[in-house]
């Protein structure tokens, strides 16, 4: 099975700030990579899909960049409404697995 | 608009059994393969099955193997999760999320999940 190895698993900053958070699988996963948020009580939203390919109506703040095992994702400025946890997911095999997610909080 | 919505979670014992449902409503839901993705309490996502569009494959994750059953019924847009012989581990919301695409790896990329349904494992 690939796992998903995402840090950091918590992060603190302000509103403005440019956050970064990576991503590594196991194995080469190309670009089958997925980037979900979730707030608390919410069911995981898409945001970032193959990888680089922002989701429809999401923010353009979100990018995601990587192939191979390393990946970034990045919100270039971030916004009150960004405090979530977020989560990568490959599917390029099965079972499909997430990372352990990033808890983004404000400071 | 695309809408999943779970339902049949609750308490149970261990050992005991419980089916899940999600019905699927604005989109051709024989054309899309669908999954059951679950969350511990504060934990993180775990994909637990899936079922391609006609229901003629299906896939589990090794930690339920043998005991979960996943199947559609394509006639009233239902997917359905049986669970049995159920553990305090399966303690979990249970959300259904649908495939994105016509390609097999395209079934295991979720732009669409239901709010989940919460299934507790507990005597």
């Known amino acids: 099975d690939i796992q998903m190895t995402q840090s950091p698993s918590s992060l603190s900053a302000s509103v403005g700030d440019r956050v970064t958070i990576t991503c590594q699988a196991s194995q080469d996963i190309s670009n089958y990579l997925n980037w979900y948020q979730q707030k608390p009580g919410k069911a995981p939203k898409l945001l970032i899909y193959d990888a680089s390919n922002l989701e429809t109506g999401v923010p353009s703040r979100f990018s995601g960049s990587g192939s191979g095992t390393d990946f970034t994702f990045t919100i270039s400025s971030l916004q009150p409404e960004d405090i979530a ?5 490959q599917y390029d095999n099965l079972p499909p697995a997430f990372g352990q997610g990033t808890k983004l909080e404000i400071k | 608009e695309v809408q999943l919505l779970e339902s049949g979670g609750g308490l149970v014992q261990p050992g005991g059994s419980l089916r899940l449902s999600c019905a699927a409503s604005g989109f051709t839901f024989s054309s899309y393969a669908m999954s059951w993705v679950r969350q511990a309490p504060g ?3 775990e994909w637990v099955s899936a079922i391609s569009g ?3 494959s299906t896939y589990y994750a090794d930690s339920v193997k043998g005991r979960f059953t996943i199947s559609r019924d394509n006639s009233k847009n239902t997917l359905y999760l049986q669970m049995n012989s159920l553990r305090a581990e399966d303690t ?4 259904c999320a649908k495939g994105g695409g016509l390609r097999f790896l395209e079934w295991f990329s979720w732009a669409y999940w239901g709010q989940g349904t919460l299934v507790t494992v507990s005597s």
């Open chain 2, 43 to 45: 934990k993180g996502l």
């Open chain 2, 54 to 56: 006609s229901g003629g």
């Open chain 2, 92 to 95: 979990a919301v249970y959300y």
């Open chain 1, 85 to 89: 946890t977020y989560y990568c997911q």
